[in-house]
Every structure is written in C-alpha cells, then in structure tokens.
T-cell receptor
C-alpha cells in the first residue's frame, strides 16, 4: 500500500544532543510537511517542501532544520533539543497542482528530551 | 483571533446519538476544508473534505459548510464508542493546512 512512513516511532534524546527524524513516502506526492504537535494542541506547521523548494514558517525556531534529498525522503534535524521540543512530530504529504489531494500523515515520531 | 477555532470539549454523547462538532475560521478566502480524527497517541486521519457550501454525506458522517458565516461542522450519526477521539478541523491556506486545536468527543455506551 502507498503510504507515509516515519522512523523511529519513539525517539529519546538528551538535552542539547542533535537528533534526526526521518520520513519516507511511496505516494509520489510533490509536497512534504513537518508538523509539531504538543499535548492537547493543534498540529503546528514547522516547514514544507514544494518539490525542492523549502518553505519555512516565520515562527519556526532556527534550531529546526530540514532536508529533502529526493522526492521520497524528508528529514527533520533538531540541532540542540531543549525540553520544550518534546512533542509528537508528524510528517505529511500531499499532491499540489494537478488534482490536489488532502494531507496524508505518517504515524508520527514521539520525541522525548531528557 | 486564531485562524481556526474549535470548542475543546469534551463533548459527551450517548451511544446511538448524533454528535455535532463545530469550527469557525477567520480567512474569508479559504476554499478547502477538512475534518481529521485523531486517537490518543496516533496521527490524524482524514474523515471528510468539503469545498462547496452545503452538506456532504459519507456514511455516518456529514460535513456542512457555510462560507458566508465562515463555519464548518461535522455531524456523526449513530455515534459509537469507537468514535471517541479528538476531531481536528483544518483549513487550506495556499499549499498548507492550518489546524484547529480539536474537539474531544466521548461516546458513552
């Protein structure tokens, strides 16, 4: 089945230790998104890639970076995680342009910062 | 004012009843609207999309859109305990989806 896959499901990192979360898709969608969701809050968009074009949200901290080496993969890098970065990180994809599609989410990565 | 607003709930309904979930949005030019269901600890899953004024039905779910009032709702008929979850309203802005914080629904058997 075509899908969005996030690894790992659970990630524990130490305060200040860089961490990378990964996302892959078999849907061949041209847009990939990273959302951060804290408990009882709305998913908050950090950034998205439209094809190779990177689009950062104005309020996304510099501590968060992203890479999209090809259509299928996208990475979220947190350079120096703080306790406030503990959250669920959601990767999503969509097709924009000819026949727009809704967002399809991966299963998420739960990040714990100790 | 938040871009997408929902009552956080919880909304409690008895099994078999109709659950009514509401959402308002601030950007008048928005054209695409979505309802996602999110179980605790899981990622959101799409239930309904709606683009035109009026009602759209899919099984036990009906989405209603009123662009003049900037209002979207979701009705769940014959509510089941398995419908207990957080329901997120989302509005498309450009290439992005902006989410509300969600309404917690509890269906009691």
């Amino acid at each position: 089945d075509a899908m969005v896959i996030q690894n790992p499901r659970y990630q524990v990192t130490q305060f200040g230790k860089p961490v990378t979360l990964s996302c892959s898709q078999t849907l061949n969608h041209n847009v990939m998104y990273w959302y951060q969701q804290k408990s009882s809050q709305a998913p908050k968009l950090l950034f998205h890639y439209y094809d190779k074009d990177f689009n950062n949200e104005a309020d996304t901290p510099d501590n968060f970076q992203s890479r999209r080496p090809n259509t299928s993969f996208c990475f979220l890098d947190i350079r120096s995680p703080g306790l406030g970065d503990a959250a669920m990180y959601l990767c999503a994809t969509s097709r924009v342009g000819t026949g727009d599609s809704p967002l399809h989410f991966g299963n998420g990565t739960r990040l714990t910062v100790t | 004012q938040k871009e997408v607003e929902q009552n956080s709930g919880p909304l409690s309904v008895p099994e078999g009843a109709i659950a009514s979930l509401n959402c308002t949005y601030s950007d008048r030019v928005s054209q695409s609207f979505f309802w996602y269901r999110q179980y605790s600890g899981k990622s959101p899953e799409l239930i309904m999309s709606i683009y035109s004024n009026g009602d759209k039905e899919d099984g036990r779910f009906t989405a209603q859109l009123n662009k003049a009032s900037q209002y979207v709702s979701l009705l769940i008929r014959d509510s089941q305990p398995s419908d207990s979850a957080t329901y997120l309203c989302a509005v498309k802005r450009g290439n992005k989806l902006v989410f509300g914080a969600g309404t917690i629904l509890r269906v009691k058997s």
